[in-house]
């Protein structure tokens, strides 16, 4: 499998640092507001390069965290007259409604930053014994002329960036030994969160949250780090200075960056009005189609979401979900088990196209060839199976539209809702094992219930039940 990656500006091979492994990284938003549909780009890219590598067989520990304090996040709830904590909780939960609806997997870990201050208090520590940073009245700065390698990822040339710096006097930074140093911890102003460290009263800088995450629940070397390119820097490169320098080893092997969301051929902006919100688009479409969208392009380039788009996004999506319910019909209604000797030629144009997809998906995941072929297989589908074919091959089509769709992260086939009297007769099936105290029964069917959203209640006058 080839991964572009960012350090060497090439695709390389990758290689686990442990055989069947794969430890990864995202940046994760700051919660100060409702996502926007560029917040969503990176959660969709790097979901989908989980759910492959786990399709062909990898155990990935996927870390993405939450940025809970930050000046935006403060500077909102003092807007509203509300504590940080509460914007941030907010907002934390509703991210997560909108991660659901795009059908981003939860996270192996994710780690909020108010969470994990020991962690940034002990490295900040290690940086100022190693000599890499120092406390200058109760803020500490990261040195960044100790860390040779400083540009590595960004390719910037630490003189060019010196000479930049110069013009740009930043006020109350006038205690650092030199411009180019960066924030690890902050002195709280009046009114701020504050957590107490051997320094100052204060909070953390941004970039020290994720080397600190990242150290903890990945450990000191980590296979793939990711975000929206405008990390790179200076945040990507901060990170690695601050993680190399402490922990005396190459941080991540890969640094894979998505290309930015512009709306109209415009970068996406509040004041020019040109903005939405992932929550916006939910009102039109089923953000199924948005992670469709989204897929439709190379995650490296730029993507351009327009009205027209998207509706070519919803056509594309409903051709696979028409196809899929047809197969579905074609098999309550076959009449033959086995495979024919002309399905079975067919199957093999399955399995060619499935190797395709792989090809597609290995080569720095492409996204948009991986949907061409989905919609290869759907033609197949659509010319080759119809009522006298064998439930074998209807299912064979089925099976392989829909693993691969999932593991684009779309839903191809919706789980059917259930009747009134299907849900009746196990509510029944509950009360006789219960009479016969048989509780694991009687609990399984609750949990069957509840798994396809019906939630049942006892009461005194019998089991009453809804929907989700
Ligand atoms: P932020 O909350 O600004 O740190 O952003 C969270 C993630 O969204 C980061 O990985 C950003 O790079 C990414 N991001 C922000 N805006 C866009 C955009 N317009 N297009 C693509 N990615 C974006
Ligand atoms: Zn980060």
Same mark, same amino acid.
């Given at each position: 499998?080839?991964?572009y ?12 640092l ?8 995202v ?6 507001n ?14 989908t390069?989980?759910?492959?590598m ?6 990935v520990?996927?870390v ?10 403060i500077? %909102?709830?003092?807007e509203?007259?509300v ?10 939960a ?18 909020? %930053? ?8 002990a490295?900040?520590g290690?940086?100022i014994?190693?000599?890499y940073a120092?406390n ?16 590595k ?13 110069r013009e ?7 205690n650092?030994?030199d ?7 902050k ?5 701020e969160p ?19 995450m990242?150290k903890?629940?990945?450990g ?6 990711a ?9 990507h490169?901060n990170?690695? #200075?601050? =993680? ?6 190459e941080?991540?092997?890969y640094?894979?960056?998505n ?19 992932v929550?916006d688009?939910?009102?039109?479409y089923?953000l ?8 439709s ?8 979401f327009?009205?027209e788009?998207?509706? #070519? ?9 028409t ?7 074609l ?15 067919n ?7 499935v190797?395709?997809?792989? %090809? ?11 949907v ?8 197949l589908?659509?010319?080759?199976a119809?009522?006298?074919?064998s439930?074998a ?12 769709s ?5 839903i %191809? ?7 009134? =009297?299907?849900?009746e ?6 009360q ?7 509780? #694991? ?7 069957e219930?509840l798994?396809?959203?019906i ?11 809804k929907?989700?």
């Amino acid at each position: 499998m080839k991964i572009y990656n960012t350090m060497t500006r090439r695709k390389e091979d990758f290689i686990p640092l442990e055989n069947g492994k794969v430890r990864m990284y995202v940046c994760g938003p700051t919660v100060y507001n409702l996502i926007h549909i560029g917040n969503a780009r990176p959660m969709i890219i790097f979901d989908t390069v989980r759910r492959y590598m786990e399709y062909i067989g990898y155990d990935v520990n996927y870390v993405t965290n939450f940025t809970d304090v930050d000046d935006k996040i403060i500077k %909102a709830a003092n807007e509203e007259g509300v504590s940080p904590e509460e914007i941030a909780g907010r907002y934390i939960a509703e991210c997560k409604k909108d991660m659901e609806a795009l059908n981003v997997k939860e996270a192996t870990k994710h780690p909020l %930053a108010t969470e994990e201050i020991d962690g940034m208090i002990a490295m900040i520590g290690t940086l100022i014994q190693k000599g890499y940073a120092y406390n200058s009245n109760g803020t500490v700065y990261f040195r960044t002329r100790k860390f040779d390698e400083y540009g590595k990822l960004s390719k910037k040339n630490i003189d060019d960036l010196e000479a930049g710096h110069r013009e740009i006097k930043v006020s109350g930074e006038e205690n650092k030994e030199d411009p180019l140093d960066f924030v690890l911890w902050k002195p709280k102003k009046e009114g701020e969160p504050y957590w107490t460290s051997p320094w100052s009263d204060g909070r953390p800088g941004w970039h020290i949250e994720c080397s600190v995450m990242s150290k903890k629940y990945l450990g000191d070397q980590i296979d793939i780090h990711a975000g929206g390119e405008d990390l790179i820097f200076p945040h990507h490169e901060n990170e690695i #200075a601050q =993680s190399e320098a402490a922990n005396g080893r190459e941080f991540a092997k890969y640094w894979m960056h998505n290309g930015f969301l512009n709306i109209d051929n415009k970068k996406m902006s509040k004041s020019v009005g040109n903005f939405f919100t992932v929550r916006d688009i939910s009102e039109k479409y089923d953000l199924q189609v948005l992670r469709f969208f989204m897929l439709s392009a190379h995650y490296r380039s730029p993507i351009n979401f327009s009205a027209e788009l998207m509706e #070519a996004a919803k056509n594309g999506l409903d051709r696979i979900l028409t196809a899929v319910e047809n197969l579905n019909h074609l098999s309550e209604n076959a009449v033959t088990e086995e495979l024919t000797g002309e399905e079975s030629e067919n199957v093999c144009k399955i399995n060619t196209l499935v190797e395709k997809y792989k %090809a597609a998906m290995e080569d720095d995941f492409n996204t948009a060839d991986a949907v061409s072929v989905i919609f290869e297989l759907v033609k197949l589908a659509n010319t080759t199976a119809g009522e006298s074919s064998s439930k074998a091959y209807i299912g064979e089509l089925k099976k392989q539209i829909v693993t691969l769709s999932d593991v684009l992260g779309i839903i %191809a086939e919706k789980e059917k809702e259930m009747l009134d =009297s299907e849900i009746e007769i196990l509510i029944a099936e509950r009360q006789n094992a219960r009479k016969e105290k048989n509780f #694991a029964r009687a609990d399984e069917i609750r949990e069957e219930l509840l798994e396809r959203g019906i939630i049942l209640e006892d009461t005194r006058e019998g089991v009453k039940w809804k929907r989700v």
